[in-house]
């Protein structure tokens, strides 16, 4: 069964600094791993995503992320942050067909706080 | 290009009445639909998910139901609404498997902000 783990429910930076959002997974196949990002009151927003091609994952505004098998890891990271990438973000999982129709696993997501 | 409404945007309900949320997503074919609810504060929980026409799954029993009427329209309905079934919904959609390698990601509505009094 595949499942997600988020560490930290609140992430602090300040502006200009760098943005690391940790995410570990558990899956029994080789994974497709999603990062999406949530402002309030809005839909999720799909920033990223990796299918087993390049493991460096480049995304929308500015993010990436790197699959790391040996670590079971997906964490996205921004080099500056700015004031406009205060959300909440969600690491998500899939097995593929494996997983079947209802596929998605969703970490509990990450609140990222930009500090001025 | 595909997009997903749902609508109304914000509800609010008394105890006991009737609740139907509707999703539509334009520009696919068959897609997989699903209702999650996000409550105040904490992630995501998946209500149900439809792979086709009339085609339903719950994964958590509850107050609500869910009906596919359409090929691209999931309603969520509920007879009588609790003080906890108060929650953000969000309706979302993916491809199903064809000719084109699927990669499973999820496609997100709007939302819609229910709060029952």
């Known amino acids: 069964a595949q499942s997600v783990t988020q560490l930290g429910s609140h992430v602090s930076v300040s502006e200009g600094a760098l943005v690391l959002l940790r995410c570990n997974y558990s899956?029994?196949?080789?994974?497709?791993l999603f990062w999406y990002v949530q402002y309030p009151n809005q839909g999720l927003q799909l920033l990223l995503k990796?299918?087993?091609?390049?493991?460096l994952v480049k995304g929308i505004n500015g993010f990436e992320a790197e699959f790391k098998k040996s670590e079971t890891s997906f964490h996205l990271t921004k080099p500056s942050a700015h004031m406009s990438d205060a959300a909440e973000y969600f690491c998500?999982?899939?097995?593929?067909?494996?997983?079947?129709?209802?596929?998605?696993?969703f970490g509990k997501g990450t609140h990222l706080i930009i500090q001025p | 290009s595909q997009t997903i409404h749902q609508w109304p945007a914000t509800l609010v309900q008394p105890v006991g009445s009737p609740l139907s949320l509707e999703c539509t997503v334009e520009?696919?074919?068959?897609?997989?639909l699903y209702w999650y609810r996000q409550a105040a504060g904490r992630g995501l929980q998946l209500l149900f998910y439809?792979?086709?026409?009339?085609?339903i799954s719950s994964e958590v029993p509850q107050n609500l139901s869910a009906s596919r009427p359409q090929d691209r329209q999931f309603i969520l309905s509920s007879k009588k609404l609790l003080l906890s079934d108060s929650g953000f919904y969000l309706c979302?959609?993916?491809?199903?498997?064809?000719?084109?390698?699927?990669?499973?990601?999820?496609?997100f509505g709007p939302g819609t902000r229910l709060t029952v009094t």
């Open positions: 998500a999982v899939s097995e593929g067909a494996r997983g079947g129709a209802d596929g998605l696993t």
């Open positions: 990796y299918t087993s091609a390049a493991t």
């Open positions: 439809s792979v086709g026409i009339g085609q």
């Open positions: 899956s029994s196949v080789p994974p497709y």
């Open positions: 520009g696919t074919s068959n897609p997989n």
């Open positions: 979302a959609w993916s491809e199903t498997s064809g000719l084109r390698r699927r990669t499973y990601e999820q496609y």
